[in-house]
């Protein structure tokens, strides 16, 4: 037997120290690489013995195998599976990214995170090397399948690596770490504990399909102990639909979710062809506590070949869909491929695009076969649901379709677009919608007036997202979303030649109050005008069709984005006696000193009718004040 030295080249070994300082920053994972290799290599050789039955190998026990000295401090990972020659030991482990080396390493050294770090690694496929983030040395022992001759292979991770044949090696591979010291401020465990080693292969191996075996320390006696398969090889995802219990999905689903109740529905998923995964997603029964925070953790288990990638995969579902849970199990992706890295990959977007299809489509189903659940689920997740009608014009109608507003055609019945488009009104052209805090307040709104007189209805929106949603939408089915709060309303049917003719009248007896209201109010409107859409009230304030609402202008500022403050239109009710009066006394009064303070009154209460603040409290409670005392 020969050992013969190699030496790293200079951007290999820099490449190798960054792995083992900076690249990681869960150390675990190393256990995940090595048992995935392993993995591999079981899989390799099946395939082999399937194409080759003359090929000398033993296939009647594959399994990988974990087997620890607490004294020598080693750890060993070992497989029965296809083996290295010599030649593939130093093409895939005797050497660092044999090309490429040099753009790894510069895109590494600009990584911006750890986290991007360690994608870029795996998109290398030197996964390998984390072994030395736990381990001051390592040594590979290899023989193929079907060859008389075993390779050695060892570093300790700095200059240098040796190779050397063996004549006694097994079949497979087994990789054995000199392990370092435990520290666990730096996360390193203590790797020779079982119950860390059972920890690691349950949370990032636990659906491996072949068996995970422990060899137990020597206890007394003669007899070797039994291995302990640490692994339970059940995929649920890859079993068929009669083989699991629903009680076995749901088990799954508080594993995933750590949620005590059992999921509304299961979705399963599979897709064969060029590019193959399962999926296997849970819609919760209710909306977690901390849903709308920025900490929320969203994705769904992402899965490489039964291979736990990682936790909370992103790039898997919308962010409109973030209370789903599950997990997605891919056959041709990097196992190391990390979120920035997903994010632009195509076979992930294919994914993404069907997985919202299929949740969206799982809604529907609620809504047309079980009210029940529909109610519920909408209850819970509808506010967040509306999010993709801003985000994802893609499914936008699909999201349309499954989406139930308040409306005031009934108190408790939610309705649809579409069944508001089947109940409109002979020459109603738009759907009509109303934003606010509550239903309450937006029925009290003195701008229903005019269509709780009519009978027309309306929607009332009362979530926050309602503010944003309508003007990315726009319209339905050709009918235009419109505000009753926003532009100009005319109610009244067309060709009613006599309306028209009273609210000439009309505009030419309030003009001069009009334009006197506009000059004085001058900081705080940009036009008085008199009203369509009042039937009760002396005033309301609108906006212009194209202006922000108040609410927004709020929502935008709470983000930390200044906007300019928008002023608005005010509204005067004609019919109304405090206008009637306030248009005599403008007429007939020289001094008009009190006119002024009761035009911004007026203009004041208008505001508070809708929600809004005094813009000087202080200077309207003394107003207030003052006229109450004067008529006593």
């Known amino acids: 037997m020969t050992t013969e030295t190699f030496e790293f080249q200079v951007e290999a070994r820099q490449l190798l120290q960054l792995m083992i300082h900076s690249v990681y920053s869960n150390k675990d994972v190393f256990l995940r690489e090595l048992v995935s290799n392993a993995s591999d290599a079981l899989d390799k050789l099946r395939l082999e013995k399937l194409r080759d039955d003359a090929l000398d190998a033993d296939v009647s026990d594959l399994h990988i195998e974990i ?34 080396t040099a753009t790894l390493l510069k895109e590494l050294k600009e990584a911006k995170d750890a986290a991007g770090a360690e994608g870029l690694i795996g998109q290398f496929g030197v996964g390998f090397y984390s072994a030395f983030m736990v381990a001051d040395e390592v040594t590979l022992v290899t023989r193929r399948a079907g060859e008389g001759q075993g390779t050695r292979w060892s570093s300790r991770g700095e200059a240098t690596y040796t190779l050397e044949t063996v004549d006694d090696a097994p079949q497979g591979t ?100 060029t590019f193959e995964y399962q999926a296997l997603l849970f819609v919760p029964s209710h909306a977690p506590h901390d849903l709308f925070t920025r900490d929320f953790r969203r994705g769904v288990q992402l899965y490489v070949k039964r291979v736990f990638i990682m936790d909370d995969c992103e790039a898997l579902l919308p962010p409109y869909l973030r209370f789903v849970k599950g997990v997605v199990d891919a056959q041709d992706l990097s196992l190391n491929v990390s979120r920035e890295i997903l994010q632009q990959d195509r076979h992930i977007r294919m994914m993404q695009r069907r997985l919202t299809k299929k949740v969206l489509s799982t809604v529907k ?66 759907i009509y919608y109303l934003t606010g805090e509550s239903r309450q307040s937006i029925e009290n709104s003195p701008h229903m007036e005019a269509f709780r007189d009519k009978g027309i209805e309306v929607l009332l929106l009362t979530d926050a997202v309602d503010e944003v949603w309508v003007d990315a939408v726009g319209e339905y089915e050709g009918r235009k979303l419109r505000s009753v709060a926003k532009g100009e309303i005319d109610l009244d049917a067309k060709g009613e030649e ?27 409107i940009k036009e008085v005008r008199l009203s369509t859409r009042l039937t009760v009230s002396p005033a309301c304030v609108v906006s212009d069709a194209h202006d922000l609402t ?36 403008y007429q007939e009064r020289e001094d008009r000193t009190e006119l002024e303070e009761s035009a911004e009154l007026l203009h004041t209460l208008a505001v508070l009718a809708e929600g809004g603040q ?15 005392e004067r008529t006593l």
């Not at 087997?67 to 482990?93: C, F, H, P, W």
């Not at 997740?381 to 893609?394: H, M, P, Q, R, W």
């Not at 019945?413 to 109940?423: F, I, N």
């Not at 813009?615 to 003052?626: N, Q, T």
């Open 67 to 100: 087997d620890v000295d607490k004294e020598a401090r080693t750890l060993t990972v070992r497989d029965n599976g296809v083996g290295m020659s010599y030649d593939e030991v130093g093409q895939l482990i005797g050497t660092i990214a044999k090309s490429g």
């Open 614 to 628: 005094p813009k000087d409290p202080a200077k309207f409670v003394k107003l207030v004040s003052d006229r109450l």
């Open 550 to 585: 108040p609410a927004l202008e709020n929502m935008y500022r709470a983000m930390g984005q200044e906007v300019p403050r928008t002023k608005r239109i005010l509204e005067l009710n004609p019919g109304h006696p405090l206008v009637k009066g306030l248009n005599q006394a």
């Open 498 to 524: 006599q309306a028209g003719e009273e609210r000439e009248k009309q505009a030419e007896e309030f003009a001069g109050l009009l334009g006197w209201m506009r000059e004085r109010l001058d900081e705080d």
């Open 365 to 430: 189903e609620f809504m047309t076969k079980d009210a029940d659940r529909y109610a519920t689920f909408w209850r819970e997740f509808g506010t967040v649901l509306k999010e993709g009608l801003v985000t994802d014009s893609e499914n936008r109608d699909a999201i349309l379709a499954v989406a139930s507003f308040e409306t005031t055609h009934a108190d408790d019945e939610p309705t649809t677009l579409a069944r508001y488009v089947e109940r409109m009104k002979d020459g109603q052209e738009d």
């Open 174 to 273: 087994s990789v054995t770490l000199h392990l370092k010291p435990a520290d666990p401020e730096n996360q390193l465990h203590d790797y020779t504990s079982p119950w860390t080693i059972r920890e690691i292969v349950k949370r990032y191996s636990d659906f491996i399909t072949w068996p995970i075996r422990m060899v137990p320390e020597a206890g007394e006696g003669d007899s070797a102990p039994e291995p302990e398969t640490l692994n339970s090889m059940k995929a649920l995802w890859a079993r068929s639909r009669e083989e699991v219990s629903d009680d076995e999905y749901h088990e799954l689903y508080k594993h995933i979710s750590h949620d005590w109740r059992e999921p509304l529905e299961t979705i399963r998923l599979q897709a064969e062809g």
